[in-house]
Structure formats: structure tokens, C-alpha cells
């Protein structure tokens, strides 16, 4: 799906761009995509000297769902010593939290194609699990006990 762009993008800044066809949901569902995303970095972290790559310049891209795997796969990396550091992310209207459906831009942009809150709900739950049984319980944000509530409220909440 996303061939030409990366050819685009390749062209443009004289790059080497290489695209995972990590599995999709809900086949297969959370970790398999961040997996195969994980081990597509390693290998290519690995093995830069095959494919002429400068290893300070490695960047990590993806938009939408391949924007929460950008930045996860950039979290999981962080910390090794063993593999050359990324140099950035790009997460092009990533998504990030599954905390809470009803945040002023959720509210904002409900009327707004592409991505309706409804739908980003739906697509998330058959990432994690595969159904959409307690779609109603996300989005009335009844799904996330208090406690962790209280816990991610420094990072996701109105304020």
C-alpha cells in the first residue's frame, strides 16, 4: 500500500527506504506487527554495512498504525548498546493512546474523514484482541481501571 510513496521518498532525499509488511489485525493480533517490525529493524541495524548505510543516519517512519510501531520499535532500541542508535522517528498521525477515546481532539475532529473516533476505537481493540466486544466500554473510557487511570493522568488527560 504504501510502494510508491516510499519510492517517492527515496528518490527525493536520496535515501534507502526500506518498508515492512509486518501482519495485519486481526488475523493476527498485538505483538505480531510490532514483532515483525522489531526484527525488520534489528536485521537491518545488523547488517548496514550490506546495504552502504552510514549508521548514524537511520530514521524510523510510519503513519497511522505504522506510527505506533515506529515509535514503539524506536522505545524498544533505546536502551541497546549493541546495535547502532537511531537517529530519529517520524510518526506521521501515529497512534499513540488507547487510554482515552473522548480528548478535546477526539471531540474536536469527530466529524472529520478519514479516521473517525469510532473507527480508531474499532481498530485498535482488533489490534490488541481481535473483536470489538467492549467497544462501547472504550469509548465511554469505562475500560481502563481508576487506578491506571490515576497513573497515566500526568500524560493523557483534557488538561
Excluded at 481532539?105 to 474499532?122: K, M, W
Aim: aromatic share 10%; proline share 6%; net charge neutral.
Amino acid at each position: 500500500s504504501h510502494e510508491r510513496i516510499c519510492q517517492y521518498i527515496a528518490k527525493e532525499s536520496g535515501s534507502l527506504v526500506v518498508s515492512v509488511g509486518y501482519r495485519l489485525a486481526p488475523e493476527h493480533k498485538y505483538p505480531a506487527a510490532y514483532e515483525d517490525c522489531l526484527s525488520a529493524t534489528q536485521h537491518f541495524l545488523q547488517h548496514l554495512q550490506r546495504y552502504a548505510v552510514d549508521p548514524a543516519r537511520v530514521t524510523v517512519c510510519g503513519d497511522s498504525a505504522g506510527g505506533n510501531l515506529a515509535a514503539a520499535v524506536s522505545q524498544s532500541l533505546a536502551g541497546r548498546t549493541d546495535l547502532p542508535r537511531l537517529r530519529a522517528q517520524i510518526l506521521i498521525y501515529p497512534g499513540l493512546q488507547a487510554l482515552d477515546f473522548n480528548l478535546p481532539s477526539y471531540q474536536q475532529n469527530r466529524g472529520v474523514p478519514l479516521l473517525f473516533r469510532e473507527r480508531a476505537a474499532f481498530y485498535s481493540l482488533q489490534y490488541v484482541q481481535g473483536d470489538t466486544t467492549n467497544m462501547e466500554e472504550v469509548l465511554e473510557g469505562s475500560h481502563i481501571p481508576p487506578d491506571m487511570r490515576l497513573k497515566y493522568r500526568k500524560w493523557v488527560n483534557a488538561d
